[in-house]
């Protein structure tokens, strides 16, 4: 594809539910890392892939939040028990290497009621 | 650890002025700095980069931005702005430890432009 894609656009889900985003990199990228962003604030960053693992998960906020990458290429962001404080848009980006530009996906709005 | 302060919340310009946007950070070594155009319903956009070597940098959409070490600052100037560049941006700071480059973000400034 073109650019990093991100799916849903949306996700609305109840306070306690579980939830799956995905996050399609640009081909041939290596590096994929989640953000959060917050209404008002920067991206915040959750995790950094480097391949098929965590190179740095030091951003995830609790042990309800976990990523994966099995194949090195698409991603996942898993949130477990949803909070109303978890409503965000969550953003992707990949770089073809670790110290290149990172193209960001559009994100998903995530809303907890 | 390194942390960013774009001081103003909003900027209003009119369209062909000129535009200065500011971003102190903080961090014990020598920076990685970088400046994002966020647009509605857009991703984030790299506009420039500091690494090393020349302290003017160049980017995309007719900004730059210029280092200054003595005041830890890397504040965005356009000479003349357009009405499409009203968005919000970012200024970010990245670390090296280990190579990650993992950006910190300032809380951005979001540009309005007046006809």
């Known amino acids: 594809g073109a650019g990093v894609s991100q799916t849903p656009s949306n996700k609305v889900t109840e306070k306690g539910k579980y939830v799956e985003l995905r996050c399609d990199p640009i081909?041939?990228?290596?590096?994929l890392y989640w953000y959060r962003q917050s209404l008002g604030q920067g991206p915040e960053f959750l995790i950094y892939?480097?391949?098929?693992?965590?190179?740095?998960d030091s951003g995830l906020p609790n042990d309800r939040f976990f990523a994966v990458r099995p194949e090195g290429s698409v991603s996942t962001l898993k949130i477990q028990r949803t909070e109303r404080g978890d409503s965000a848009v969550y953003l992707c980006?990949?770089?073809?290497?670790?110290?290149?530009?990172?193209?960001f996906g559009p994100g998903t709005r995530l809303t907890v009621l | 650890a390194q942390s960013v302060t774009q001081p103003d919340i909003h900027i209003t310009v009119s369209e062909g002025a000129s535009l200065e946007l500011r971003c102190n950070y903080s961090y014990g070594a020598t920076p990685y700095l970088f400046w994002y155009v966020q647009s509605p319903g857009q991703g984030l956009q790299l506009l420039l980069k500091y690494f090393s070597g020349d302290t003017l940098v160049q980017g995309i959409k007719g900004f730059e931005a210029e280092f200054k070490r003595s005041q830890s600052s890397f504040n965005l100037r356009k000479p003349s702005v357009h009405w499409s560049d009203a968005a919000e941006y970012f200024c970010?700071?990245?670390?090296?430890?280990?190579?990650?480059?993992?950006?910190?973000f300032g809380r951005g400034t979001s540009l309005i432009v007046h006809p």
């Open positions: 892939f480097q391949g098929t693992g965590a190179a740095d």
């Open positions: 081909s041939g990228h290596t590096a």
């Open positions: 970010a700071v990245g670390a090296h430890p280990g190579g990650s480059y993992i950006p910190t």
């Open positions: 980006a990949s770089s073809s290497r670790q110290a290149d530009t990172q193209y």
